[in-house]
């Protein structure tokens, strides 16, 4: 028998710092973009005892004995993002954003197929091409980028570089790009070319669920995203497809019928890539996708872009660079190289490391054209996602921005910079996270 923990058989060492994480979380200003705090019945179904079960295959079609139940979890992921994003396929296995669009590239892609990302140094991601990723060493990586003027994407540029080198997968979709995409347009150009095109709308998903930005999936052959950021639920990835089609790699069935792309992705998911899906996780996943169906979580989101839009004006009222100027969804990339001139000399680096003095938590980043290198950068990404969780509002967004500018202009001064961390420690008591 497995007897319950009590206060002298917990493993202190873990769960101490455990606590030490959630005080961390609960104390500071969060702007990481990616990141949000998801309701405790997501934790509650992410710690149940479904972590136990071995599920290897789908629901229904499974290599273990005993998944009646998981099998009813899984569905109801299923259906709950389907209807979510009016979808008519799902796959909510995948561990990771990054492994969805690995299962993505196993089913669509030889090794050495040409892709064609949004360059990683322009805001793009990692998994699109990096030559550091497996997009990137098994594929034959092509990017497009923004203009260095406007800070935007050029779908004419992006039109010949796609005519150039005839990608037969092309991927839209950033980690650090403000502005809206035209899935249209790149559909368009994917189709002059026999290409596919997948979206990959880890970032502004919750945003799109409501409606609060384009549609990719009419255009988009392939959607892929995280589950963690604005989406705020578990820590996790899914694939899914509005239209199914028959693939156009010529794969056959043993009936001699062409497979349809979600029976691909399927495989390419399991057991292309991954082993037994972590049910604990899809549980969690259904419940966060429960919650982003009600009216609360589409007010959520349309407070993530008003207060966005309130904050890239706090940020340019004070005499900051945003890439492109402002913001279409909950994040913004600052070029901190035009504040204070040489006589501050901001570098992402810097502004992060003092900003968390301040307990103000953001991550340093390169701004297109960069001069500096990805360990130092120049700029510094930030986004609403965790703090609209929170409870606050635009007035809220402004005072922030006072709190960071003043972080920054005194980065030097220590004991301004622990009395601002006071300030914001008191501030945040108005914000619970999670009470009780
Ligand atoms: N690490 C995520 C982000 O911060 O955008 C992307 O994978």
Redesign the pocket.
């Known amino acids: 028998m497995i007897t319950a923990t009590t206060a002298s058989t917990r493993d202190a060492q873990v769960f101490d710092l455990i606590a030490k994480e959630q005080h961390r979380q609960e104390s500071g200003i969060e702007l ?4 949000n705090f998801v309701s405790p019945a997501v934790m509650e179904a992410a710690g149940s005892v479904l972590t136990n079960k071995y599920a290897e295959g789908l629901p229904g079609k499974r290599y273990y004995g005993g998944c009646e139940v998981v099998d009813q979890i899984e569905q109801l992921a299923i259906d709950r993002v389907k209807e979510l994003f009016g979808a008519t396929w799902a796959n909510v296995q995948p561990h990771s ?2 492994n969805a669009n690995t299962a993505v590239f196993l089913a669509c892609l030889q090794p050495g197929d040409t892709i064609l990302g949004f360059d990683l140094s322009h805001g793009g ?3 699109h091409g990096s030559p550091v990723n497996i997009s990137g060493k098994y594929f034959r990586p092509t990017f497009y980028g923004v203009e260095r003027e406007t800070g935007v994407i050029n779908y004419d540029k992006v039109e010949e570089t796609a005519m150039r080198e005839r990608p037969k997968l092309m991927i839209c979709g950033a ?2 790009y403000s502005r809206d995409w035209d899935y249209a347009r790149l559909r368009a150009i994917a189709d002059q070319i026999g290409a596919l095109l997948l979206a990959d709308i ?2 502004p998903s919750g945003l799109i669920a409501k409606k609060l930005l384009n549609d990719p999936f009419d255009h988009c052959h392939i959607v892929t995203t ?1 589950t963690h ?1 604005t989406l705020r639920g578990p820590r996790g990835g899914l694939i899914m497809m509005r239209n199914d089609f028959e693939n156009p790699f010529g794969i056959k069935t043993p009936k001699g019928e062409l497979r349809l792309m979600s029976s691909l992705l399927d495989s390419g998911v399991f057991p292309g890539t991954q082993g037994g899906p972590l049910e604990h996780i899809i549980a969690a996943k259904a419940v966060a996708f429960g919650e982003a169906l009600s009216d609360e979580y589409a007010e959520y989101t349309q407070q993530v872009k008003a207060n966005a839009q309130a904050m890239a004006r706090a940020f340019v009222d004070r005499g900051y660079s945003i890439i492109s100027g402002g913001t279409d969804n909950h994040l913004m990339l600052i070029d901190l190289r035009t504040k204070g001139g040489n006589a501050t000399n901001l570098t992402g680096k810097l502004a992060e490391n003092t900003l968390i003095k301040a307990d103000i938590t953001i ?1 340093k980043n390169m701004v297109p054209f960069d001069d500096k290198s990805p360990m130092v950068t120049s700029g510094m ?1 930030v986004g609403t996602a965790a703090m609209t969780t929170r409870g606050m509002k635009e007035s809220d967004m402004e005072q922030i921005v006072v709190y960071i500018d003043e972080v920054l202009m005194n980065h030097d001064n220590d004991s301004r910079l622990s009395s601002i961390k006071e300030e914001i420690n008191e501030w945040m008591k108005a914000f619970p996270l999670y009470q009780g």
Request: charged share 20%; glycine share 6%; net charge positive.
């Open positions: 990481i973009a990616s990141e954003g990054a991601h990692l998994t980690s650090a880890s970032h995280t950021k991550n990404r």
